[in-house]
């Protein structure tokens, strides 16, 4: 008994004939079988197409063929990654397709290998974005994505690193001088409200005092 395209001899097939077992195949695909002439027997392997044939004293070598496999790719990888405000790492991924869903799992370390390294858990299938924290100045961090099915399977994402480069870097200043300006925005503009009610409170004041 062997695979019809790489001949190599399949362990374990059970062999039946009108609906009873008669023999399997050992570990080298060969069975010895008792025979009363010649036999109707069909071939069982999970993993194979059924093969009925007629088998003799003396029969050829039987094979089977591997049973077709619908096989589902699934795109799943890290899309954008920033270091963000010298601490934290920005990062984006493919949002997971499928309803059988349990948890994101982001992974990031010093190291490619991803020792020793920090976790964030995310339970809600629709985000699809991470702020990672403990981001040092100088270093680069490798980072990935993993998605567990409620039973445990799961699939990972591409490891993609991350480090500050000029760009990550003037993208930083922008969004800290963009923060500031706003902060001093505020400021002024509560400053200006309050000398506006504070000259309002001095009018009404010089307005009662000329009535007497």
């Not at 080298?28 to 079988?33: K, V």
């Not at 991924?93 to 020793?116: H, I, R």
């Not at 500031?180 to 200006?192: E, G, P, T």
């Amino acid at each position: 008994m062997e695979n019809i395209q790489y001949s190599y001899g399949l362990s374990n097939v059970n062999i039946t004939s009108g609906g009873q077992t008669i023999g399997y195949t050992n570990q080298s695909g060969q069975f010895i079988l008792f025979l009363n002439g010649t036999t109707t027997a069909t071939f069982h392997e999970y993993l194979y197409q059924n093969n009925t044939t007629s088998i003799s004293h003396g029969s050829n070598i039987v094979y089977m063929s591997p049973e077709s496999v619908s096989v589902v790719l699934i795109n799943f990888k890290i899309t954008y990654t920033l270091p963000l405000g010298f601490y934290y790492a920005f990062v984006s991924w493919d949002k997971y397709p499928s309803s059988n869903f349990g948890e994101y799992v982001v992974a990031y370390s010093t190291n490619s290998l991803m020792l020793n390294a920090h976790t964030a858990v995310i339970t809600a299938r629709g985000t699809d974005f991470a702020f990672l924290p403990g981001l040092t100045l100088g270093r680069t961090y490798y980072v990935m994505v993993d998605t567990y099915s409620p039973n445990g399977s799961f699939i990972s994402s591409n490891e993609v690193s991350v480090h500050y480069t000029l760009i990550s870097y003037l993208i930083n200043i922008l969004i800290l001088v963009g923060i500031l300006s706003y902060i001093v925005f505020i400021i002024l503009f509560f400053m200006r409200r309050k000398k506006r009610k504070k000259a309002l409170k001095n009018e009404d004041y010089e307005e009662e005092y000329f009535k007497y």
